[in-house]
């Protein structure tokens, strides 16, 4: 049974993770271009991908504007993740990210995406809303920027001892 949108945009449709997302998000997180810039390592194998998928639905199920989704077109590719999630131990801030696979990559499909989920967190009544990008990511400023967050400057203060990532900051209304 197909699951409940939780946001759409012009070209995109964002719904919980299900299990026959698994290969698909698999085969983007093995990309290393992918994770080239996320600091993360790829998968150790497809099985971790699928134990992490009920994880993801339980948080997109709270109801709270926060989660971990697919995004896929409207015709029903996969074409990436996206994200809300609150910081802790920082109050009233949330971080937004997304990720896309290669293959939807140069379509606009970033910008669309980020300022899709910036308006499903206001829409939340969700405070100050962070993206924390690589500084050498220049696409992924560039998303950022288009989708309306302005550069804040770089910072360590959101994982002491590791390399400093620029702060964008969406303005809240």
Do not use: N
Not at 33 to 38: A, D, G, I, L, Q
Not at 142 to 154: H, I, Q, S, T
């Amino acid at each position: 049974m197909p699951t409940s949108p939780v946001f759409r945009t012009e070209r995109l449709l964002v719904r919980p993770f299900d299990q026959a997302d698994v290969a698909s998000a698999y085969a983007m997180w093995s990309d290393p271009e992918v994770c080239r810039f996320t600091g993360d390592d790829p998968p150790s194998g497809i099985e971790v991908i699928a134990a992490d998928i009920p994880r993801w639905q339980a948080v997109a199920e709270r109801g709270t504007g926060c989660g971990f989704w697919a995004v896929t077109t409207l015709d029903g590719v996969f074409a990436g993740d996206v994200y809300v999630r609150p910081f802790d131990g920082r109050a009233g801030e949330h971080e937004v990210g997304w990720h896309l696979a290669r293959s939807c990559w140069g379509r606009g499909y970033a910008t669309e995406i980020a300022a899709g989920v910036l308006a499903h967190a206001r829409r939340h009544g969700l405070d100050r809303l962070v993206a924390l990008i690589d500084p050498g990511h220049a696409a992924s400023r560039r998303v950022a920027e288009k989708a309306g967050m302005v550069f804040e400057g770089l910072s360590d203060r959101y994982d002491p001892g590791d390399p400093p990532v620029a702060v964008y900051a969406a303005p809240v209304p």
